[in-house]
């Protein structure tokens, strides 16, 4: 019989303890990352994450049509003390999760607790901890200056594959600048496969999916077949920081038919276009 688990995050964010309740739990839906891997019920359905108020609340996953009451629940709220704290236990496995919001200077200390009971399963109740962090801290971040709008993921995603994907997902971050949906992957590379396969990475640019795979087999000498196009918001900045990380540069920035592009070779060989964004972009 396993043992009882504690698992905790914390982030802090530059709003008081008010706003933050109300964002993590009124705004779930818009800092609640879409994503292939992100959801617990069937993601192609899942039109809204929800959040309802007060002790007997559900965490739901809204399915189909907001109108039809077709729903999948995550957990029943158990603590609702605006401000406070928060407090749900998970029906899709035995984790129970408690969310405190704590004044600190310049604004809110938001810790995340899981308990995992003696003999008790964890199916994915305690991803809380690893997603609040990221995701709703940038969502505070930013949630003053965008709209309250929920933005899916494009209907074009990419992936690419590396003998060694978490170095060149590290890689990836460090020259490129590219933002990872969760944290990269330590350890050694290849990393071995887990329960379910090897370790997920994902990058988001824009509304835009980059995912990092493991190459199985010989990788083509010469071949390219397919050469990402990225837009990024400064290219002369871009171009200066891979450049400066020792980037190999195929093409220096050069004028195309209505925008403006350099060309560069990754760690592994892989050939990027990186482009100018217009300021509409997303």
Excluded at 21 to 26: N, P, R, V, Y
Excluded at 98 to 104: E, L, T
Excluded at 218 to 224: I, K
């Amino acid at each position: 019989m396993t043992e009882a688990q504690t698992v905790s995050s914390t982030v802090d964010v530059a709003v008081d303890p008010a706003t933050a309740f109300k964002a993590f739990t009124e705004e779930m839906d818009l800092w609640w990352v879409r994503g292939p891997i992100n959801f617990w019920s069937d993601g192609g359905r899942v039109v809204e994450v929800r959040c309802e108020p007060g002790v007997g609340g559900r965490i739901l996953e809204i399915l189909d049509d907001p109108t039809a009451g077709t729903v999948f629940e995550r957990a029943r709220i158990t603590l609702w003390e605006p401000g406070v704290r928060l407090g749900w236990a998970s029906s899709t496995d035995d984790v129970q999760t408690d969310v405190s919001f704590a004044r600190v200077e310049g604004g809110t200390r938001v810790t995340v607790t899981h308990v995992i009971p003696t003999g008790g399963h964890d199916r994915g109740g305690s991803a809380w901890s690893r997603v609040v962090p990221r995701w709703f801290g940038a969502w505070c971040d930013r949630r003053g200056r965008v709209p309250h709008e929920q933005i899916d993921i494009a209907r074009l995603s990419l992936g690419v594959y590396y003998t060694r994907p978490a170095a060149a997902a590290r890689w990836l971050a460090d020259v490129f600048g590219f933002e990872p949906a969760s944290d990269l992957p330590v350890g050694p590379d290849p990393l071995p496969e887990g329960e379910h396969g090897h370790p997920w990475i994902e990058f988001r640019i824009g509304n835009a999916l980059l995912n990092v795979f493991k190459l199985d087999g010989e990788r083509a000498n010469g071949a390219r077949t397919h050469v990402p196009w990225i837009y990024v918001d400064d290219l002369s900045a871009h171009f200066a920081r891979a450049k400066g990380k020792g980037a190999t540069i195929v093409d220096d920035i050069n004028a195309h038919s209505g925008s403006s592009a350099y060309v560069v070779d990754d760690l592994e060989g892989n050939r990027w276009t990186f482009s100018q964004a217009r300021p509409a972009m997303r």
